[in-house]
């Protein structure tokens, strides 16, 4: 599998912003889909998750602001980003987990290349 991630970009505060992440290749099965993000000087952190059945979970500072949405048909995931913050400024990555050719014995995690978020004061 291999990641495609869009729709960073530069935005005031109060703006909004979606970012997508499209999951291309073949024969894989995705379980869960998490968006994190690195701001420069610090750790790279969870922002949101949302697995296999559509059950999503945020991290307390994005929680009201973003929205994670699915779309198993086309392997894609989305991350609404509304009321954004300077503090939201950051490179966002997209990463799954997922199985390969029904061998559910095995378990993979892939990072896609970031997209980058930059929200001015």
């Known amino acids: 599998v291999q990641l495609q991630a869009s729709g960073g970009g530069l935005v005031p505060a109060g703006g909004s912003l979606r970012l997508s992440c499209a999951a291309v290749?073949?024969?894989?099965?995705?379980?869960?889909w998490d968006w994190y993000r690195q701001a420069p000087g610090k750790e790279r952190e969870s922002v949101a998750s949302i697995s296999s059945v559509g059950s999503s979970n945020y991290a307390d500072s994005v929680k009201g602001r973003f929205t994670f949405s699915r779309d198993n048909a086309n392997n894609t995931v989305y991350l609404q980003m509304n009321s954004l913050k300077p503090e939201d400024t950051a490179l966002y990555y997209c990463?799954?987990?997922?199985?390969?050719?029904?061998?559910?014995?095995?378990?993979?995690?892939?990072w896609g290349q970031g997209t980058e978020v930059t929200v001015s004061s």
């Open positions: 990463k799954v987990g997922y199985y390969q050719d029904s061998d559910y014995a095995s378990y993979y995690d892939y």
């Open positions: 290749g073949s024969g894989f099965s995705i379980d869960v």
